[in-house]
């Protein structure tokens, strides 16, 4: 095997190609690639309710004052 292997990703990909048939590889790519996007919806999600516990945060912090100076 005369071949130079450039990097662990060329190595890994090469590796790959031995190993598994090409709808397995397909098919692994394909549930990288949905648990990327599952990632990135759940990191979406908490930024959202971080938004939103901040929002209501603020806005119990001004009921409170406006309370606390009728009394």
């Not at 292997?5 to 662990?8: A, G, L």
């Given at each position: 095997m005369g071949m130079r292997?450039?990097?662990?990703r060329v190595a890994l990909r090469f590796a790959e190609s031995v190993l598994l048939?090409?709808?397995q590889q397909h098919a692994r790519r394909n549930a990288w690639a949905a648990?990327?996007?599952?990632?990135?919806h759940a990191a979406d999600r908490r930024h959202e309710a971080?938004?939103?516990h901040a929002a209501a945060t603020v806005e119990t912090a001004g009921t409170?004052?406006?309370r606390s100076a009728r009394h």
């Open positions: 292997i450039r990097s662990v048939a090409p709808g648990v990327c996007e599952d990632r990135r971080d938004r939103r409170a004052g406006t």
